[in-house]
Nanobody, 119 residues
Framework: QVQLVESGGGLVQPGGSLRLSCVAS????????MGWYRQAPGKERELVAI???????NYADSVKGRFTISRDIAKKTVYLQMNSLKPEDTAVYYC?????????????WGQGTQVTVSS
C-alpha cells in the first residue's frame, strides 16, 4: 500500500485558481492509476480526474477545460490544477491510487483537503 498526503486546498473566490498536490510515500511509477475525487456535503464521492501509468487522462464533464491533472515521477507527486473555479466545485478533494498485482486491486486514499469557492 502507498500512503498519500494532499495539500493545497483553501478558500478562493469564484473564477480563481488553486493547485492541489498529492505526495506518495513511495514511487508512483508502478501505480496503474492516480486520481482526484471529491465529496460535497450530502453528496456521494465522485471522480474528478484520473491519470494512468501510460499518461492518459480522463476528466469529469463538469471540470473539462478547467482542471488539469499531471504528475511528477521524481517528486512522487500528482497535481490537480483547478482554474475558473465555481461555487459548485466546493468539496473535500481526495487523492486516490490504484495498483493491480496478480489480479488483486490495491486502493489507497489520502485524508482529503477542503476546497471552498465563495465570495
Amino acid at each position: 500500500q502507498v500512503q498519500l498526503v494532499e495539500s493545497g486546498g483553501g478558500l478562493v473566490q469564484p473564477g480563481g485558481s488553486l493547485r492541489l498536490s498529492c505526495v506518495a510515500s513511495r514511487s508512483i511509477v508502478s501505480l496503474n492509476t492516480m486520481g482526484w475525487y471529491r465529496q460535497a456535503p450530502g453528496k456521494e464521492r465522485e471522480l474528478v480526474a484520473i491519470i494512468t501509468s501510460g499518461i492518459s487522462t480522463n476528466y469529469a464533464d463538469s471540470v473539462k477545460g478547467r482542471f488539469t491533472i499531471s504528475r511528477d515521477i521524481a517528486k512522487k507527486t500528482v497535481y490537480l490544477q483547478m482554474n475558473s473555479l465555481k461555487p459548485e466545485d466546493t468539496a473535500v478533494y481526495y487523492c486516490n491510487a490504484r495498483s493491480v498485482v496478480l489480479g488483486t486491486t490495491f486502493t489507497s486514499w489520502g485524508q482529503g483537503t477542503q476546497v471552498t469557492v465563495s465570495s
